[in-house]
């Protein structure tokens, strides 16, 4: 009896795996009202799949659960699959200052989903230009001509096109070689595999699928119109840093986020604005600086132009009843004789 209860012990206090650990977290009431609030019916197939991702990602494994489930919910939020094999979204895992960090990142099939979704576009389209097929780029118009005659399988360039509803089309074309020079730069994993010399990231391993990511991701940014959704893909999908992510973020992070301003008229108890307040003393050291402020008029000769009565020409022929001469009785008493 005594060697089963140590037993019992032995087996309580040894550590969860880390599938273990994720179910643990995952069966929590909280999270599960999360997944359910965002996928209804749905929610069981979704974690099931998640699961089956981290069961099968050895350096997933290695990130906090509630990490990969905060994660997770970016995408459960857009409604897009985790599946490896379809492509629509991923689970990717970093190292952050020594530490295995989950990144949600959104594929090219994704963002053509969420495009879809809106309603908007009549059709869109991504996928990769071989030699000879490009004949020319209008760069005034934009309008691109991929009729050429293809003459290998080399790919030389990537293309993104869509269609709005409305009729407005357009089409963007980078290089091979513009493609890879954008992955060096914003690309943190594409960066941790070229300093490393090894290939972990997409980039590395699967290059064309995202090089059409980037060639979708960068037209319905700059050109298309975005739903709530594809804002949010945008701004959540941390596997690239471009300019129209960052700003994105910015707008999401810090909208609506600073003080508000005040009128007069917004104040608790306050009556309608009094325009007939004197201006606020001026500092007495302030006031030994200043010029005394000489009143001008309009001139009833030259339209718009404001006068004064020292500057005034004698022998303006407007000057009989001109406001500058005025002597406040509506008279010219004061008014000097003409030259």
Known sequence: MANALAKNKTQSLAPMTPIESMKSV???????????????????????????VFGSDGYLQQCEPKAVIMEALKAATLKLPLNKGLGFAYLLPFKNKGKMTPTFCVGWKGYVQLAMRSGQYKIINVGMVYDGELRSIDKLSGEVDL?????????????????????????????????????ERYSRAFQYD???????????????SQAMKTMIRQILSKWGILSVEMVSAIANDKEEYDEEAETVRKIKNTANTGPALTFDGDKPG??????????????QEEQTNQEPTKATVPCPTREGDKILVEYCDTKCKSRPGCPAFDDGNGGVEDMPDFA
């Open 194 to 208: 070229l300093r490393e010399k090894k290939q972990l990231s997409l980039w590395s391993t699967d290059f064309d």
């Open 26 to 52: 995952i069966n929590m009431p909280s999270v599960q009202e999360q997944f359910k609030n965002a996928l209804a019916d749905t929610a069981p197939l979704f974690i099931a799949s998640l699961i089956d």
């Open 147 to 183: 009729g050429g005659q293809k003459k290998s399988d080399e790919v030389v360039a990537y293309f993104s096109h869509f269609k709005l509803i409305n009729g407005f089309t357009k089409t963007l074309v980078w290089t091979k070689e513009g493609v890879y020079l954008h992955a």
């Open 270 to 283: 306050a009556g309608p604005a009094d325009d007939t307040k004197p201006p606020a003393a001026i500092p």
